[in-house]
C-alpha cells in the first residue's frame, strides 16, 4: 500500500483542517496510508541550523522522502497559505542540493467555514510546490466550505453528495501517486 506523508497547515486544537485530513485518512482506508506529519515543532528556517539540525527537521525530511506521495490540507491566512507549511517547505528543500520534495507527486486541499473554501492559499500553494520541483495534482481540485453537518463526531462523512465528492478526490490521489510515484 502506498504511503502519503500529510501535513495540515492548521496546528490548532480542534483544526478544521485537521478533521478534513482526517476524513480523507478514513476515505483512503484500504488504497492509501496516510501518515500525518509533525511541522508544529519545527523551529523557524534558519540557515544556521544546518551545523547542527534540529531533530525535527531531519524526522521531516526522513518521513518525506520515505513517502510516496504528499498531501498538503491548508486553511487560507490572508489569501495565503499557512505559514507552518511554508516553514516546512523551507526546512525540505534545504540544505542545497538535498531537496526531499523533488518529484514527489503532491496534492492540495483545504478548507474554512467560509464560502471559497480555501481557494486562494491553495492557488498560491500550487505555485510555490511547482517551483520546488513536486508533481503537483491540478485536478480534482477541493476548496471545500466546512459544514459540521457533512460528518459526524468520529469524522466520517454523512452526506452521500459529500462522501462521493471527496471520494473522488482521495481516488485522484491515489492515481496520481501511481502514475507518477
Known sequence: MKTVAVLVGSLRTGSLNRKFAESFAKLAAGKLEFKFIEIGDLPLYDEDLW??????????????EG?????????????????????AIHWGTRPWGQNS????????????????????????????????????????????????ELFDEAGNVVNEQTAAFLQNFVDSVAARIDRVG
Open 101 to 148: 520534495w523533488t518529484g514527489r507527486p503532491v496534492a492540495i486541499a483545504g478548507t474554512s467555514p467560509g464560502a471559497i473554501g480555501a481557494a486562494v492559499g491553495q492557488s498560491q500553494l500550487k505555485q510555490v510546490l511547482v517551483v520546488i520541483g513536486m508533481a503537483v495534482m491540478g485536478q480534482p481540485e477541493v476548496y471545500f466550505s466546512y459544514k459540521e
Open 67 to 87: 513517502a510516496d506521495g504528499v498531501l498538503f490540507v491548508t486553511p487560507e491566512y490572508n489569501r495565503n497559505y499557512s505559514p507552518a507549511i511554508d516553514n
Open 51 to 64: 551545523e547542527n539540525p534540529p531533530a525535527p527537521v531531519l524526522r521531516l525530511k526522513k518521513d518525506i
